[in-house]
């Protein structure tokens, strides 16, 4: 069974820039969560998605936003960049909302210069 | 709202040798642990998790951990580490669906 695939698996942009990140679920797992992954803050959450709805959010700034489609993929988008917006962001699949297994794809790193 | 603590940001160890990667969480409910690991230029892959039943569980490429509750602790354990084991690892808590992850340790594996 495939893993979690994010695309694109790097990205430069500029700052005032927007960026949409995508991320495909393993086949059959409905919910996905994002995280966040910089030197100095570590991991953190971002949203997680289950039914094309966000169940949960973490807290950062409304420039980052999400969605969930039928199919389950989802895109993350950050509007207006900026330069601490740089890091690796990861995606999680897991079965069901709730279910407390995520397996996590390659991850996005973004540069913002 | 829960926090994890990874007590050490490095860990230096040669091959063969056993190690230890230590892990305290703080919840105010009952928690669900894992151990994931990553590699470089890699996502996190999961290692093993504890969800309930025994104390200690094993997981993959030998490690096993053991869940102390009276200590709150998840400490990560292998006998043995071969150089492939030279990765990041994140000790993570969660109640529901959330993560919430340690600032990980970095396990150096030389000759």
């Known amino acids: 069974k495939a893993g979690v695939t994010q695309t694109p698996r790097y990205l430069i942009k500029t700052r005032g820039q927007q960026v949409t990140l995508s991320c495909s679920p393993i086949s059959g797992h409905r919910s996905v969560s994002w995280y966040q992954q910089t030197p100095g803050q570590g991991l953190q959450f971002l949203f997680e998605?289950?039914?094309?709805?966000?169940?949960n959010k973490g807290n950062f700034p409304g420039r980052f936003s999400g969605r969930q489609f039928s199919n389950s993929r989802s895109e993350m988008n950050v509007s207006t960049l900026e330069l601490g917006d740089s890091a690796l962001y990861l995606c999680?699949?897991?079965?069901?909302?709730?279910?407390?297994?995520?397996?996590f794809g390659p991850g996005t790193r973004l540069t913002v210069t | 709202a829960q926090s994890v603590t990874q007590l050490d940001s490095q860990v230096p160890v040669f091959e063969e040798a056993p190690v230890e990667l230590r892990c305290n969480y703080s919840?105010?409910?009952?928690?669900?642990l894992f151990w994931y690991v990553q590699y470089p230029n890699q996502g996190l892959q999961l290692l093993l998790k504890y969800l309930s039943g025994s104390t200690l569980v094993k997981g993959i490429n030998g490690f096993e951990a053991e869940f102390n509750k009276s200590q709150t602790s998840f400490h990560l354990r292998k006998p043995s580490v071969h150089i492939s084991d030279t990765a990041e690892y994140f000790c993570a808590v969660t109640t529901y669906s959330t993560l919430t992850f340690g600032k990980g340790t970095m396990l150096l594996v030389s000759p």
């Open positions: 919840s105010s409910v009952s928690v669900y």
């Open positions: 998605y289950f039914s094309e709805t966000q169940r």
């Open positions: 999680a699949s897991s079965l069901e909302e709730g279910y407390y297994e995520q397996y």
